[in-house]
């Protein structure tokens, strides 16, 4: 626990802390900038946090940079640190029986806060346990509607998720998350293969191809296995099959040739033809039709003649392109012609089987190689999306279980705050997504007694060390509400801190609790600091 801070600073030089319920009063007008949430930066600035000189870098302009001494007790023992605010990266723990600093960095220092309140089996940093219940005003968690994030960028899933691990539960899916983990980055590593070119992509159908290839071409190598004594004989039967095959691409060739001919022999004649009336044409028609508009024709003849020119382009770009097609197309019939004549001729050669066989193996290798490319991904992308359905499965019954905990105890208090009548805010989570509200009731002083009884829910089900609440929270919750909540913070074996002002409106029994908890009070004339500078 936190047993004090000291600063030089500060009017009363130290201020001490309670076990339980710390209170920071302020005064019957409800004065501001006397240094109310500036003491709770403070306090969030002893438990590692970074906002106070985000937020309130006035003071150390003012008043220029200076230390603050916390201390603590675990257990039987009392522990010092120094953390200044020129180095706020660095913290020196001070020896027990003297001055001695030794430095740590800010890190180490939450590391060693997080031990010391025996959070080691929780699978959070000590400000991700923490910080979002330090709701100080200038703190980006005073948002009613996300009362889980610290900071409004934060996405809800890593909300859900450290809720999760909070309540000590995150064991049962991080295997889970792991294997989603993993099984993505699979996936990310063949995709980018495939956009380098690194490996070839298939489709379905040439998966489908290239298993009926590669259950060919282990027949045919079974085959000459087989029969290799009569392939030496005959070694005319392997050079037919290859005939074969060459013939078949020799045929589609041809086919494709005689297609691209066609259409180019369609261009050749079109050119060739003019597919407009000329002028002269309309002379014989003057003499039967002497009232026609023969200038019309004319304009009529001039945009025939401007179509026909830009058809005219076109057509010789197809032709062009047409007779390109077609020489690169007798191109490959050559070279087919070249091969079969290499082929028949070489019936003699006992080296066409080794050939062939080394034909073979390129194929199936080549097959064999983007059938697995194809599997793998399939496989990979089917086990992601199975992985992701348990993950999600399993995070949901989680989440709903941890959620009713939660919701379940806010029913309690709500019951002993306002009545069993009041409807009670809920805490409802779907997938990677969060809500918390009350129905019926939107108003700023409910939102914000509904985010208080979130926090004191969370810190009685969970280890949550500490919470923190400014004065801020209570200025619109009713008076009566605001009573009974001093009465649940001081029933707390955990340090409470909270800031509050103009607390004779609250009873004389809240007063009370409140005058009793008091760690400092501070008004108009005694504020936090040495210094003034609201002026």
């Not at 009569?230 to 589609?252: P, Q």
């Not at 010789?316 to 007798?330: D, M």
């Not at 992308?381 to 992985?387: A, C, G, H, K, P």
Request: a neutral charge; glycine letters at 4%.
């Amino acid at each position: 626990m936190l047993t004090e801070i000291r600063c030089n600073k500060f009017k009363t030089g130290t201020i001490k802390f309670h076990p339980g319920f710390n209170v920071v009063l302020g005064d019957q007008a409800a004065t501001n900038s006397i240094g109310k949430s500036n003491l709770l930066m403070i306090v969030d600035f002893a438990f590692g946090g970074d906002s106070f000189l985000r937020h309130n870098s006035d003071v150390p302009k003012e008043l220029g940079h200076h230390d603050y001494r916390f201390c603590f007790r675990f257990g039987d023992k009392l522990v010092h640190f120094v953390r200044n605010t020129a180095t706020p990266n660095l913290v020196h723990q001070l020896s027990e029986d003297s001055e001695d600093e030794t430095p740590i960095s800010i890190e180490d220092y939450r590391t060693f806060l997080k031990a010391a309140y025996s959070l080691d089996d929780v699978k959070l940093t000590f400000r991700s346990i923490t910080s979002p219940f330090s709701r100080i005003w200038g703190k980006d968690n005073l948002d009613v509607k996300q009362p889980l994030h610290s900071h409004a960028k934060e996405t809800s899933a890593s909300r859900i998720d450290n809720l999760i691990k909070l309540y000590k539960k995150y064991d049962e899916i991080e295997a889970l998350s792991d294997s989603v983990r993993n099984l993505a980055d699979k996936k990310k590593t063949v995709n980018s293969a495939y956009k380098q070119n690194l490996i070839p992509k298939s489709t379905k159908s040439e998966y489908k191809n290239n298993l009926q290839l590669l259950s060919e071409v282990d027949a045919e190598i079974k085959d000459i296995k087989n029969n290799l004594a009569k392939y030496a004989i005959s070694i005319g039967e392997i050079v037919n099959r290859e005939v074969l095959e060459l013939k078949e691409t020799r045929d589609a060739l041809l086919g494709e040739r005689d297609r691209l001919s066609a259409n180019l022999s369609r261009v050749k004649r079109d050119l060739s033809k003019n597919r407009y009336i000329k002028s002269k044409a309309f002379k014989n028609l003057e003499k039967f039709f002497p009232e026609a508009n023969f200038d019309r024709f004319g304009q009529i003849e001039t945009f025939h003649s401007k179509i026909a020119s830009i058809l005219r382009d076109e057509l010789r770009a197809s032709e062009k392109e047409l007779t390109k097609g077609v020489q690169e197309i007798e191109n490959s019939i050559a070279s087919v012609d070249l091969e079969i004549s290499e082929a028949l001729g070489n019936v003699d050669e006992p080296t066409v089987i080794v050939d062939r066989v080394h034909e073979l193996a390129v194929r199936r290798s080549n097959a064999t190689r983007e059938i697995d490319y194809f599997e793998t991904d399939k496989d990979v992308t089917e086990n992601l999306r199975d992985e992701r359905m348990r993950l999600a499965e399993e995070r949901n019954s989680i989440s709903a279980h941890i959620s009713n905990i939660i919701n379940n105890k806010i029913r309690k208090l709500v019951d002993d705050v306002y009545d069993e009548h009041r409807k009670s805010p809920t805490l409802e989570i779907a997938n990677n997504s969060y809500s918390f509200s009350a129905v019926e009731d939107t108003g700023t002083g409910k939102a914000y007694s509904n985010l208080i009884l979130l926090d004191l829910a969370i810190l009685q089900t969970t280890v949550l060390p500490f919470v923190i609440h400014d004065s801020v929270l209570f200025k619109n919750i009713e008076n009566e509400a605001v009573a009974r909540l001093v009465e649940l913070y001081v029933s707390f074996n955990r340090q409470t801190f909270i800031a509050i002002d103009e607390i004779q409106k609250y009873g004389a029994k809240a007063e009370a609790i409140l005058t009793k908890q008091k760690v400092i009070q501070l008004s108009n004339e005694n504020q936090l600091y040495i210094k003034d500078w609201r002026s």
